[in-house]
């Protein structure tokens, strides 16, 4: 976008998605999966991967895919990304279960015992 346009908005760019001084959640999950290459898509990737995780706290890999489109790899593909999506989801979704673990609990149906019939839980 034209920079005259973002007068007077908040701006964020890749470095502010570190948190005392160490990479994000998503650069992480980006670096462990394989996506940078050259890096020059990297930023770009990372920003969109976190405002799509902002919104949606578990997107579908249609989701993803849909909030990735405009951003050009040349490198690696885009298969890492979505497994790093993936990853980011299932950490983010292990701390809050550990985080909580009475809630985790709240979702439990004790009482169910797996059906004979459609091999697995009534
Ligand atoms: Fe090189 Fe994406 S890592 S363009």
Avoid: K, W
Wanted: net charge negative.
């Amino acid at each position: 976008m034209p920079a005259a346009t973002a007068a007077g908005s908040e701006v964020r760019t890749v470095e502010g998605l570190a948190v005392d001084g160490e990479p994000s959640d998503v650069q992480r999950a980006m670096a462990r999966c394989g996506t940078v290459q050259c890096g020059f898509c990297i930023p770009g990737m990372c920003m969109t991967v976190h405002d799509l995780l902002e919104g949606n706290h578990a997107p579908t890999e249609l989701e993803t895919r849909q909030a990735l489109a405009g951003n050009l790899c040349r490198c690696s593909g885009y298969r890492g990304v979505l497994d790093a999506v993936r990853d980011v989801v299932a950490e983010r979704e292990a701390g809050a279960a550990a985080a909580a673990p009475e809630a985790a609990d709240e979702i439990r149906v004790p009482h169910q015992i797996p059906h004979p019939h459609d091999g697995g839980m009534a």
